[in-house]
């Protein structure tokens, strides 16, 4: 790791604070846990002059239940915070089983739902040290002319690694977002490019505010994921699935993917899914056109591929016979 550079911390009490100080420092970045952008600030990847600590907007910290029976949870909700909620771990156990599975618990104390949405992309050609980076010439992503993952491509095949988006995503997530020209909203899915060098689609200034999530009810719902190390590590594939169930048939699946792709992945076509009885091979056969996995970690894309797959035939089993 590199020492820290200098840069100054600005700390808003409230968002419209925290709007107004980006617009007044030409080079700053949002914080709130930091579990991600300290370590890239570490290694060099990136070096702000200014950080606004938006840790203490209370604004964006509660987790309140809508009068339609929905949730609003506020973007510095804390990961922690947000699995142990006891409406959410009750209608939205996707959500719940997904912050559980974030880094460690001491990371899951700091780090926020806001951040693990907005999460860099990663690369194992992008997320090193300045002499590696140096070494390879940079790379598309940060300083560099190629993208070493797919050298004859025109863009950054980093992925997308955030736990949450998917299991938010299943529930038809919409986020809320400030910035110099006031609060907009969009329907989560739509926040991502498919680049892994430019993935959000926030304007320079913006900050995600908050997550709207409508009812859970009747919905069975579960996230899982592999990963190199159980205890910390992001996910080599990822999947949240939410779906109902009638007699032997499904009435309704929803299924999107993290790790796979410089975005999450909501996947199509399940529609023939609801014709007969519920056929966990009909599922699957769906993941080979619409995840992607390229060869930006150091597991071979094929294998992540079949790890999806296998991930989400156990998932869905284990969702449908549920009682």
């Known amino acids: 790791m590199e020492y820290l550079p200098d840069f100054k911390v600005v700390r808003p009490a409230t968002v419209q604070q925290a709007v107004a100080a980006y617009a007044a420092h ?29 840790g203490g907007v209370a604004e964006i910290t509660a987790i309140d239940a809508q009068q339609n029976g929905g949730v609003r949870i506020g973007a510095g909700v804390t990961l922690n915070e947000l699995a142990a909620h006891g409406l959410i771990a009750k209608e939205y ?17 700091v780090a926020t739902v806001g951040g693990n949405l ?28 190629v993208c070493h993952v797919a050298p004859s491509g025109s863009r950054c095949f980093a992925a997308f690694s955030g736990d949450l988006a998917p299991a938010l995503m299943v529930f038809d997530a919409e986020v809320e977002i400030s910035g110099p020209n006031g609060v907009r ?7 991502y490019n498919d680049d892994g060098a430019a993935h959000l689609k926030l304007e320079k200034g913006e900050m995600l505010t908050a997550v709207i999530i409508k009812s859970g009810d009747g919905w069975r719902s579960g996230y899982a994921k592999a990963r190199v190390r159980g205890s910390i590590d992001f996910p080599l594939a990822g999947v949240a699935i ?12 929803r299924v999107a993917f993290t790790g796979t792709n410089s975005y999450p992945v909501m ?26 996995p390229m060869p930006s970690t150091f597991y071979p894309p094929g294998y992540r591929r079949k790890v999806a797959a296998n991930l989400t035939r156990a998932l869905a089993r284990r969702l449908f016979e549920e009682s």
Request: overall charge positive; proline content about 5%.
């Open 26 to 54: 030409a080079d700053a970045r949002y914080i709130a846990g930091g579990t991600d952008l300290m370590v890239n600030v570490r290694r060099g990847i990136v070096a702000p002059q200014t950080l606004i600590d938006i």
């Open 93 to 109: 156990p996707a959500i719940a089983e997904a912050a559980r599975q974030v880094a460690a618990p001491t990371h899951r104390q």
């Open 118 to 145: 907005c999460l860099d992309t990663r690369c194992l050609y992008y997320n090193q040290s300045e002499w590696w980076r140096v070494s390879n010439n940079y790379c598309l992503k940060n300083k560099g002319e």
């Open 185 to 191: 909203s969009l329907p989560l899915s739509e926040m």
């Open 242 to 253: 939410a779906l109902k169930r009638q007699g032997d048939r499904l009435s309704d699946i």
């Open 267 to 292: 996947l199509r076509k399940t529609e023939g899914l609801l014709q007969g009885p519920f056929d966990v091979d009909a599922l699957t056969a769906l993941l080979p056109k619409q995840i992607t």
